[in-house]
């Protein structure tokens, strides 16, 4: 069968466009490897990486003349998901599937012939190969006027049976940090065994599996050998769930000689000793990522995250002496908290002086219990779900309006990156380690973002 699978836009909050994050839709990529296995023949359409509208996005599906769509949606999404797919299933039969209708299907069933719950891969080949959909788990549809949901889909154990992402029919080049400074993404596990009321994943992945170190390390050959990328950045919830499994991806980079750098994510109660830290570093960990979230102990204890802030310095101190750069992760303005609250997790972060920050604001994704609590207590009130990009206010509090957590938002990247000799420092630093070819990659990224950042 001739399928076309589509990633819609989604209105990108200008901050992002400076950090340069977007990246290819991992698991969109997955789909599209586990149905090429199958035999079928697969069109992707990135409207993310090409920045194409809803009108552009359906005239570009309809080229390709398909048997079969699938599209795949976040929250901020959906609206565009939705809009595509009524267009489309006038002609084809369309199926959505990613994290928000994983999280919500009955809102999304409307709207398609078939809504995939869970992780994408076996249910769509069976799909796809005629079997009686009632029988197929993980499916939402509708028959004779009635919703049917079939029993929800077991996550895959084994997840090196998995083929990797087909890359090759994403437009790489369209990727902001692929493009100018080859740096591509990677997931070597999914899910993650905590469960903070906020936060999607315990929906999406019921549990947490971790691929083997030499099906990583495949990977990771592979994507210098056929796409020449010089970093790899492992977009795991948190690479370090298994110690030992992560010592030997660093084995195995080492076994192999790879020449690349790579950067994980974890939380900071699990960031280990400075002796381990440094043989991440020597295997080429050159970033360390993890979120803070509050400083506030009343919030961290309501969003089940218990960890000291004392843990917090211990993360950035070895990340820094084990000689990688450290990148934080905030949220600002949680129910309960004041602006002042919100402020002192700006200054706590600008004492811990990590590299790089990240701050968001608390976002009630629909089908999660922050979503209730927000709901049961009337806080919601931004319900344009294109908005839910973490960076555009949705609750307010007796505390922090709307606009007030606007307000607190810029105020933190103001406070943080426009402190021109820090910045100047890091800029410095960076530069020294990047090769020629990087480097003007670095520069052309920094100066696009530059202008970006002037409409702040
Ligand atoms: C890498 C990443 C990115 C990358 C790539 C985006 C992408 N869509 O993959 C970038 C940096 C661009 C990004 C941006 C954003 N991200 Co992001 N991102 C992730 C991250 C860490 C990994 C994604 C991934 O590869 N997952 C692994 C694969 C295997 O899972 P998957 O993508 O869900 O796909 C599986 C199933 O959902 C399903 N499936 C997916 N699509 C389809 C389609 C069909 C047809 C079918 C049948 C099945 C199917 O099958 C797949 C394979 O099993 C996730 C967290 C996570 N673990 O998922 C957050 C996550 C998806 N991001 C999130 C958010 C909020 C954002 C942003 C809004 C951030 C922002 N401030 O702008 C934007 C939205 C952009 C967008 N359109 O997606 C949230 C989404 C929450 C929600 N309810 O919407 C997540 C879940 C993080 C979190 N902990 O909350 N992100
Ligand atoms: S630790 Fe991170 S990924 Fe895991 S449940 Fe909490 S917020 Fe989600």
Known sequence: MRVTLVNPNYDEPRVLKFMGLPSIPIGLAYVAAAIERAGHEVKVIDAFGFKYSVKKTVEEALKT????????????????????????????????????????????????????????????????????????????????????????????????????????????????????????????????????????????????????????????????????????????????????????????????????????????????????????????????????????EKTMKNLNRDISNDLFFRAVQLGRDSGMRVAVSSILGFPGETIADAKATVSFVLKLDPDYVFFGVPTPFPGTRFYKSCENEGLIKERNLLRYTIMSPIIETKEISLKDGQKLLNYSYRKFYFRPIKMMQRVIAEVKKLDKETFKGFFKWSIGGFFDSQKW
């Open 65 to 296: 003349n398909p048997d079969f769509v699938g599209i795949s949606c976040v929250t901020c999404n959906i609206d565009y998901g939705k809009q595509i797919a009524e267009q489309l299933r006038k002609h084809y039969p369309v199926a959505i599937g990613g994290t928000m209708p994983s999280l919500e299907p009955d809102t999304v069933v409307e709207y398609a012939d078939y809504v995939m719950y869970g992780e994408g891969e076996k249910t769509f080949v069976e799909l796809l190969s005629g079997k009686d959909p009632e029988e197929i788990d993980g499916l939402m549809f509708k028959k004779d006027g009635k919703v049917i949901k079939t029993n929800p889909r077991a996550p895959e154990e084994d997840l090196d049976k998995i083929p990797f992402p087909a890359r090759h029919l994403f437009p790489m080049h369209k990727y902001k940090l692929f493009g100018p400074m080859s740096m591509a993404t990677m997931m070597t596990s999914r899910g993650c065994p905590m469960a903070c009321n906020y936060c999607s994943i315990s929906h999406l992945f019921p549990s947490w599996r971790g691929r083997s170190a030499k099906n990583v390390v495949d990977e990771m050959e592979s994507l210098i050998e056929q796409y020449k990328v010089k970093g790899i950045s492992f977009v795991d919830e948190d690479f370090l769930v298994d110690l030992p499994r992560a010592l030997e991806i660093c084995d195995e980079i080492e076994k192999r000689k790879l020449k690349v750098w790579w950067g994980m994510q974890t939380r900071a109660d699990r960031v280990p000793d400075l002796e381990t830290m440094k043989r991440f570093y020597r295997a080429g960990c050159e970033c360390l990522l993890f979120g803070i979230e509050s400083v506030q």
